[in-house]
């Protein structure tokens, strides 16, 4: 462990604990650009931004940040070269079946939100054994984002709620937006507070296009594998010197 996240390890004495947000939602972005600037393959930076992911999730419980959603796979990403695909599929696998033991030491509540009907039989085995295996754990509330897209989370919700009004258990004006959100892939938790991207583009590539309505949104250049616990500080930072003003004055 390095000097800086030894210092890190608490909560940094200029946030104010009782204003901290209790859902970050992150996009991990960057990846492949870490492992070119490094001369290096595109999945050495997927690789990397495992490590990242596993300590911010470690940060979450540190500095007692309740929920964090991580977009790891979206439905736009099996555009992507075949190899990569693969090796992020099996990389997905992998880490679940090496990280399982400890999230459940560390009271982690693992849920995957997606379509996840898509993915190899494999992946599911372990998606599905990770979430019955933490669904009673009370402690950080980790949702990961794979073949994601928002669009497609809002079509599902309409079709489910179509099939609820077509067999009469539902009349269209008790469609609302609580009932609505009740039929999202994240109806377990509440809508982030604070949004982070790295890699500095500035937009939300099909992320969480319901949930982000009033998030906080913080983009960072830095490269997703470089962002470590001094990065999601200056982010916390800059979220607690936000005016949250939901449409009032
Ligand atoms: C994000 O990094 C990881 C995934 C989308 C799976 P990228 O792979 O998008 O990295 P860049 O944006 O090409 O650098
Ligand atoms: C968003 O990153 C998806 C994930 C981080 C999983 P992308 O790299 O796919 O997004 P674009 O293509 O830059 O919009
Ligand atoms: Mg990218």
Redesign the pocket.
Known sequence: MTSKQTIFQDLPTDLDRYRLPKHVAV????N?RWAKSRGLPRIMGHRRGVDTLKDLLRCCKDWGIPALTA????T??WG?PLEEVDFLMTLFERVLRRELDEMIQENVQIKFVGDLSSLPSSLRTEIERSMALTQDNQGTRFTV?TN?GGRQEIVQACQKIAHQVQQGLVQPDEIDEALFARHLYTAHVSDPDLLIRT?G?M?I???LLWQLAYAEFYITQTL?PDFDRAEFHRALCAYQKRDRRFGKV
């Open positions: 996009i991990m972005d960057g492949g977009y790891a796979f979206s736009e990403n992507r984002a994601y890699s583009e937009r590539s099909n992320f997703w």
